[in-house]
């Protein structure tokens, strides 16, 4: 089972930060993913990080590449 932190992208559109479009950045294990949508279907927490806030969960990713859309279920 993987952790991840969800959080609000405040530089979408700035170069290498994904399009406007691209509001969610998803750390899973510590690796950053841009995401235009996220669901999340496993119990969540809000967590601290520094001065950021984030959604916390576990589970098991999927990324549909195509819609740049996160997918966190209980199961693989």
Not at 26 to 32: A, H, I, L, Q, S
Request: net charge negative; charged share 25%; hydrophobic share 40%.
């Amino acid at each position: 089972m993987n952790k991840y932190l969800i959080r609000f992208n405040k530089s979408r559109g700035q170069e290498g930060r994904g399009s406007e479009a691209h509001v969610w950045r998803v750390f899973e294990n510590g690796v950053e993913y841009l995401a235009k949508d996220v669901m999340i279907n496993v119990p969540s927490w809000g967590e601290t990080d520094g001065p950021d806030w984030n959604i916390a969960c576990k589970g098991y990713m999927r990324f549909v590449d195509a819609a740049d859309l996160v997918i966190i279920n209980p199961e693989p």
